[in-house]
C-alpha cells in the first residue's frame, strides 16, 4: 500500500469579493479585510459552487488583476467543475496565502509585503472599502505527514502569512522552529509561539540565497522525525533543497520547498556581452554540436527572444543573460532530466520536418514511447509532470458516463492522478492497469496501490488513458486505441488540446508537442481522426479547464 497523498483538491471557482477594511500589521506588510457571498456557497449562470474552503495553513488563491484596468476582460471562464484561462492580453495574476479565514464572519484575510513594486502590492496599497478583487483557489491543500515529532518552518517575508496561520491554527501539536529572512527589522511580527517553539530572525537582502543556506544551516537538528517547510525566492532555495536532501538526506515526503516568488535579474548590456571575444558563427556552433545547420537556425528566434544566445550582427553568437545563468551550477543543477532532453531536440526541428518523423526520434533514435517504456526514471518523470492533472479531473468524475461502472481500465502516466480523482470524487470502480511495453515494477513504483487495483490488463467497463497519447506517435496512438477498442466499448482520452491560456509559453505548446511526437498539438478535431482509425466514433468532449479535455470514445 502506498502512504497516503500528499494534498488535498478543491473545486476551482471564480469568486467576487469587495474590501471590508484594510491594516497595517507592520511597515513592511499591509492586511487587506475581504467578504463578499461568494465565499459562501453561491450560484453564477446557472451553475451551483460550494462555499469556499482553504484548510491548509499555505493554501494558495490566484488573484486576478489586469494591467489595463478592465478585469472583467481578464477574467477565466467558468467551467461546471473547472475554470478555464481564455487568452487576454492584458491579465495579471498572483499568488497569495490566505492569512485567516473566518467564514462565520464571511472574511478573507490576505496579507501583501510593501516593497514598493508589482501589480498585487500596488492594487493593496490603493484599495479603498467597497473595491472589488476576483480570485480563484486554493486548488489543494498540503496534508502534513502523521505522526512527526517537530516542524522547521524557512521563509521570508513573502512565507510570513502561511507561517503566521500555521502558529495560530496549529494544524500539528507538535513544537515549531521557525527561521524568517527580512530586509528591515520592522518586518519583524508578533508570531503565536508556544512553550517549545523557536524564531530565528535574520537580516537579509530578499532573494539572498548565500545568507537563507547558511541560517538553515546553522539550525539545530531536533531529535526524532521531523519535517521542513520552506517559501522564499525560487533561485535562493536551490542550495537549501540540495542541503536537506543531500547533506540531511531527509525522505522526499518530510520536505515541502516552494518558490513563491522569482527575482529578475536585469539584462546585461549588449555591449559588455559582445566585447570580450569573437562570436561563433551558425556553422561553427553546429560543427562543434554535430548537428545540422538548419536545425539550430530554426531554433535561434526562440533562443534570442529568450536571451539565451546574443546574435549580434557582423560579430556572431554568443550567449545572452539567460544562456549564462544555464551555464551557473544552480542553473545546469535544474536543467536536467526529460524536459531538458525533449528541449535540446529542437535542434532537430528542420530535419524531422524534412522526413516526416519527430525531432525526438532524429535526437535519440527511438520515439519517447519506446524511450521512456524501457526506462523507469524517465517514465517517472512524466507520472510527476501529469501530477497537477488530478487538479482538473472533477469535470470527468463528475460525468454521468461513471453510473454503473464496476471496473476501469488505466494507462498512460495520468494514471496514478486519475486513480485519484476517483478516490477524491467516491468513485469506487476496481481498477486494471495496462501500460504496453512499460514494466510491471515499473508501473507499481509510480502508481497508488490500493486494495482494489488489479495489475493485469482485461475487459473493463471503460478505459481511461490519461496522457497517453502526449508521448505517442499517430501510429503509436493508432495501435494504443486499438488495443483498448479490444478491452472495452467506452474510452475517454485525458489529453491537453490546445495551449494554457494562462502559460506565458502557450505559444510554444505547438512546437514542444511535435518534437515529442511528430505531430501537432492534437485539437478534438485530430483525435478524432486518430480515433476513427482505430474503430471509434468520438461521443462528446468534456472540457476541463486550463486547455485539458477528455474525448469520450464509444466504439463504432
Given at each position: 500500500m502506498a502512504g497516503r497523498r500528499a494534498y488535498t483538491t478543491h473545486p476551482l471557482v471564480l469568486r467576487r469579493v469587495t474590501v471590508r477594511r484594510v491594516e497595517e500589521v507592520t511597515p513592511r506588510m499591509r492586511r487587506v479585510v475581504l467578504g463578499g457571498g461568494d465565499l459562501a456557497a453561491f450560484a453564477r449562470d446557472g451553475i451551483d459552487h460550494p462555499g469556499f474552503a482553504a484548510p491548509g495553513f499555505d493554501d494558495h488563491i490566484k488573484l486576478i488583476l489586469a494591467a489595463d484596468g478592465d478585469v472583467r476582460a481578464a477574467l477565466p471562464a467558468q467551467l461546471p467543475h473547472g475554470i478555464e484561462w481564455t487568452p487576454a492580453e492584458h491579465r495579471l495574476t498572483r499568488d497569495y496565502t490566505p492569512r485567516r479565514v473566518d467564514l462565520d464572519a464571511g472574511e478573507l484575510h490576505l496579507d501583501f509585503v510593501v516593497h514598493g513594486d508589482g501589480p498585487a502590492e500596488s492594487w493593496s496599497a490603493a484599495a479603498?472599502?467597497?473595491?472589488?478583487?476576483?480570485?480563484?483557489?486554493?486548488?489543494?491543500?498540503?496534508?502534513?505527514?502523521?505522526?512527526?515529532?517537530?516542524?522547521q518552518l524557512v521563509g521570508d517575508e513573502t512565507a510570513l502569512p502561511a507561517i503566521g496561520r500555521f502558529l495560530d491554527e496549529r494544524p500539528l501539536d507538535v513544537p515549531a522552529h521557525v527561521l524568517v529572512t527580512v530586509s528591515d527589522d520592522a518586518a519583524r511580527q508578533e508570531l503565536a509561539l508556544r512553550e517549545g517553539d523557536t524564531v530565528t530572525w535574520v537580516l537579509a537582502e530578499p532573494g539572498d540565497a548565500a545568507a537563507l543556506e547558511s541560517a538553515v544551516r546553522a539550525l539545530p537538528v531536533p531529535p526524532g522525525k521531523g519535517y521542513v517547510w520552506a517559501a522564499a525566492e525560487s533561485r535562493a532555495l536551490l542550495p537549501v533543497r540540495r542541503y536537506l536532501q543531500r547533506e540531511r538526506k531527509l525522505p522526499k515526503d518530510w520536505v515541502n520547498i516552494t518558490g513563491y516568488w522569482h527575482?529578475?535579474?536585469?539584462?546585461?548590456?549588449?555591449?559588455?556581452?559582445?566585447?570580450?571575444?569573437?562570436?561563433?558563427?551558425?556553422?561553427?556552433l553546429a560543427t562543434r554540436l554535430g548537428v545540422p545547420g538548419p536545425g539550430i537556425a530554426t531554433l535561434l528566434p526562440l533562443l534570442t527572444a529568450y536571451d539565451v544566445v546574443i546574435d549580434a550582427e557582423g560579430s556572431g553568437l554568443r550567449l545572452g543573460a539567460a544562456g549564462e545563468e544555464l551555464l551557473d551550477d544552480h542553473e545546469r543543477e535544474e536543467y536536467t532530466g526529460h524536459e531538458a532532453e525533449l528541449l535540446l531536440a529542437l535542434a532537430h526541428v528542420a530535419p524531422a520536418l524534412r522526413d516526416g518523423t519527430s525531432p525526438w526520434r532524429l535526437a535519440s533514435g527511438a520515439t519517447l514511447h519506446d524511450t521512456v517504456a524501457h526506462d523507469a526514471e524517465r517514465y517517472g518523470e512524466l507520472v510527476e509532470e501529469c501530477e497537477q492533472l488530478v487538479f482538473l479531473l472533477a469535470g470527468l468524475t463528475a460525468d454521468p458516463l461513471w453510473e454503473g461502472v464496476k471496473t476501469c481500465l488505466l494507462t498512460g502516466p495520468?494514471?496514478?492522478?486519475?486513480?485519484?480523482?476517483?478516490?477524491?470524487?467516491?468513485?469506487r470502480p476496481r481498477l486494471r492497469i495496462a501500460e504496453e511495453g512499460v514494466p510491471g515494477e515499473v508501473l507499481r513504483g509510480h502508481v497508488p496501490a490500493p486494495d482494489r487495483i488489479d495489475w493485469t490488463a482485461g475487459p473493463a467497463d471503460v478505459a481511461v488513458a490519461a496522457k497517453a497519447l502526449a508521448y505517442r506517435t499517430d501510429e503509436e496512438a493508432v495501435h494504443l486505441l486499438t488495443r483498448l477498442a479490444e478491452w472495452t466499448g467506452t474510452a475517454v482520452l485525458v489529453e491537453a488540446s490546445r495551449p494554457d491560456g494562462l502559460s506565458p509559453h502557450a505559444a510554444e505548446a505547438a512546437l514542444h508537442a511535435f518534437t515529442a511526437t511528430g505531430s501537432p498539438l492534437r485539437d478534438s478535431a485530430a483525435l478524432a481522426v486518430l480515433a476513427e482509425r482505430s474503430g471509434w466514433r468520438v461521443e462528446r468532449t468534456v472540457a476541463l479547464g486550463w486547455g485539458a479535455e477528455a474525448t469520450v470514445l464509444r466504439r463504432a
Amino acid at each position: 500500500m502506498a502512504g497516503r497523498r500528499a494534498y488535498t483538491t478543491h473545486p476551482l471557482v471564480l469568486r467576487r469579493v469587495t474590501v471590508r477594511r484594510v491594516e497595517e500589521v507592520t511597515p513592511r506588510m499591509r492586511r487587506v479585510v475581504l467578504g463578499g457571498g461568494d465565499l459562501a456557497a453561491f450560484a453564477r449562470d446557472g451553475i451551483d459552487h460550494p462555499g469556499f474552503a482553504a484548510p491548509g495553513f499555505d493554501d494558495h488563491i490566484k488573484l486576478i488583476l489586469a494591467a489595463d484596468g478592465d478585469v472583467r476582460a481578464a477574467l477565466p471562464a467558468q467551467l461546471p467543475h473547472g475554470i478555464e484561462w481564455t487568452p487576454a492580453e492584458h491579465r495579471l495574476t498572483r499568488d497569495y496565502t490566505p492569512r485567516r479565514v473566518d467564514l462565520d464572519a464571511g472574511e478573507l484575510h490576505l496579507d501583501f509585503v510593501v516593497h514598493g513594486d508589482g501589480p498585487a502590492e500596488s492594487w493593496s496599497a490603493a484599495a479603498r472599502e467597497g473595491d472589488e478583487l476576483w480570485f480563484v483557489g486554493p486548488k489543494s491543500s498540503l496534508r502534513l505527514p502523521e505522526r512527526l515529532d517537530w516542524i522547521q518552518l524557512v521563509g521570508d517575508e513573502t512565507a510570513l502569512p502561511a507561517i503566521g496561520r500555521f502558529l495560530d491554527e496549529r494544524p500539528l501539536d507538535v513544537p515549531a522552529h521557525v527561521l524568517v529572512t527580512v530586509s528591515d527589522d520592522a518586518a519583524r511580527q508578533e508570531l503565536a509561539l508556544r512553550e517549545g517553539d523557536t524564531v530565528t530572525w535574520v537580516l537579509a537582502e530578499p532573494g539572498d540565497a548565500a545568507a537563507l543556506e547558511s541560517a538553515v544551516r546553522a539550525l539545530p537538528v531536533p531529535p526524532g522525525k521531523g519535517y521542513v517547510w520552506a517559501a522564499a525566492e525560487s533561485r535562493a532555495l536551490l542550495p537549501v533543497r540540495r542541503y536537506l536532501q543531500r547533506e540531511r538526506k531527509l525522505p522526499k515526503d518530510w520536505v515541502n520547498i516552494t518558490g513563491y516568488w522569482h527575482r529578475e535579474e536585469p539584462a546585461a548590456p549588449e555591449a559588455e556581452a559582445t566585447a570580450d571575444a569573437p562570436g561563433l558563427s551558425v556553422d561553427a556552433l553546429a560543427t562543434r554540436l554535430g548537428v545540422p545547420g538548419p536545425g539550430i537556425a530554426t531554433l535561434l528566434p526562440l533562443l534570442t527572444a529568450y536571451d539565451v544566445v546574443i546574435d549580434a550582427e557582423g560579430s556572431g553568437l554568443r550567449l545572452g543573460a539567460a544562456g549564462e545563468e544555464l551555464l551557473d551550477d544552480h542553473e545546469r543543477e535544474e536543467y536536467t532530466g526529460h524536459e531538458a532532453e525533449l528541449l535540446l531536440a529542437l535542434a532537430h526541428v528542420a530535419p524531422a520536418l524534412r522526413d516526416g518523423t519527430s525531432p525526438w526520434r532524429l535526437a535519440s533514435g527511438a520515439t519517447l514511447h519506446d524511450t521512456v517504456a524501457h526506462d523507469a526514471e524517465r517514465y517517472g518523470e512524466l507520472v510527476e509532470e501529469c501530477e497537477q492533472l488530478v487538479f482538473l479531473l472533477a469535470g470527468l468524475t463528475a460525468d454521468p458516463l461513471w453510473e454503473g461502472v464496476k471496473t476501469c481500465l488505466l494507462t498512460g502516466p495520468g494514471s496514478a492522478s486519475m486513480a485519484a480523482a476517483l478516490d477524491d470524487a467516491g468513485r469506487r470502480p476496481r481498477l486494471r492497469i495496462a501500460e504496453e511495453g512499460v514494466p510491471g515494477e515499473v508501473l507499481r513504483g509510480h502508481v497508488p496501490a490500493p486494495d482494489r487495483i488489479d495489475w493485469t490488463a482485461g475487459p473493463a467497463d471503460v478505459a481511461v488513458a490519461a496522457k497517453a497519447l502526449a508521448y505517442r506517435t499517430d501510429e503509436e496512438a493508432v495501435h494504443l486505441l486499438t488495443r483498448l477498442a479490444e478491452w472495452t466499448g467506452t474510452a475517454v482520452l485525458v489529453e491537453a488540446s490546445r495551449p494554457d491560456g494562462l502559460s506565458p509559453h502557450a505559444a510554444e505548446a505547438a512546437l514542444h508537442a511535435f518534437t515529442a511526437t511528430g505531430s501537432p498539438l492534437r485539437d478534438s478535431a485530430a483525435l478524432a481522426v486518430l480515433a476513427e482509425r482505430s474503430g471509434w466514433r468520438v461521443e462528446r468532449t468534456v472540457a476541463l479547464g486550463w486547455g485539458a479535455e477528455a474525448t469520450v470514445l464509444r466504439r463504432a
